[in-house]
DNA sequence: AACCTGACTCGCC
DNA sequence: AGGCGAGCCAGGT
């Protein structure tokens, strides 16, 4: 591992804090804010061998159709739906309301 | 060094 | 509209 890819993980963590309450992002979405639209899958990773839980708000991080992670690991993608919703998101049956509570890094 | 797997996404059927 | 498959990158075995 090289400092790019430190870096990279640290600015995943660092964009998944920002994003605020109420509001969910895309893997997608936070791989193309840090330059890198095909790094889906690693800011997954990162988060997945993410030390800091309750530091980065995992939970606001879903697929880009805006349905949740299957192998969440905070109490299951149940958690997170209840998590969610608490902090005023909105469904679309099992899919977060992306129209609505999408946060784009600016 | 090579192969496989994995918190993803997009395209095609 | 929904489901399946291929593509992508990096880390682990």
Redesign the pocket.
């Known amino acids: 591992?090289?400092s790019?890819?430190?870096n990279?993980?640290d600015k995943v963590y660092n964009a998944v804090k920002l994003i605020p309450k109420g509001k969910v992002s895309?893997?997608?979405?936070?791989?193309k804010f840090l330059g890198?639209p095909?790094?889906?899958?690693?800011?997954?990773?990162?988060?997945?061998?993410?030390p800091l839980?309750g530091v980065?708000p995992?939970?606001r991080?879903?697929?880009?159709?805006g349905?949740l992670?299957?192998?969440?690991?905070?109490g299951g993608a149940n958690e997170q739906f209840k998590l969610l919703k608490d902090e005023g998101v909105t469904f679309k049956q099992a899919k977060v309301d992306m129209a609505k509570h999408f946060y784009q890094f600016t």
């Open positions: 591992m090289n790019l890819s430190n990279f993980f895309t893997y997608g979405e936070i791989a890198k095909h790094y889906s899958r690693q800011v997954g990773w990162a988060l997945h061998k993410n839980p980065v995992c939970h991080v879903v697929f880009a159709d349905s992670s299957s192998a969440f690991a905070f």
